[in-house]
């Protein structure tokens, strides 16, 4: 079963897809000592699927897994009105300029490169948390 998100506790949620596991345990340590509700993926597949069975309000996902990468879960996800709306934040251990320009292009809303910088993870994760609750706030046009 998963872990209820945001409305259940009143802090965001917050979706990790990544192969790594030390990826994975670091992010995860790093976003609860934020209080942030943090679940975890280790595919894109699972991610999709966890993304669809409980919509967190933000998903950081790694941009190459074997299987589904981050891009295939990214195509899927802003197909899906269920989940079209959650920011994606793509990581990658590659600083490729054309890389970025796809997963924008796609759909994400930011990048972050690998290795993390704590101080940099959380802004970034702040300010489209903070983006997100805007649009949510204003009526469509």
């Known amino acids: 079963m998963l872990a209820p998100t945001t409305t259940e506790f009143a802090r965001p949620g917050i979706l990790i897809v990544d192969d790594e596991r030390e990826e994975l345990r670091f992010l995860t340590d790093l976003l609860r000592r934020q209080l942030y509700h943090v679940r975890t993926?280790?595919?894109?597949?699972?991610?999709?699927?966890?993304?669809?069975?409980?919509?967190?309000?933000l998903i950081l996902l790694d941009v190459r897994m074997p299987g589904m990468d981050g891009f295939a879960a990214c195509r899927l996800l802003k197909a899906n009105p269920v989940t079209r709306a959650i920011p994606i934040i793509f990581l990658s251990a590659l600083d490729e300029p054309d890389e970025?320009?796809?997963?924008l292009a796609m759909g994400g809303v930011d990048?972050?490169?690998?290795?993390?910088?704590p101080a940099e993870v959380f802004a970034r994760v702040r300010i489209h948390l903070e983006l997100a609750g805007l649009r949510r706030a204003t009526p469509a046009a």
């Open 111 to 117: 990048f972050v490169a690998k290795p993390y910088h």
């Open 41 to 57: 993926a280790s595919d894109g597949m699972a991610g999709y699927q966890a993304a669809l069975a409980a919509p967190p309000d």
């Open 100 to 103: 970025r320009v796809a997963g």
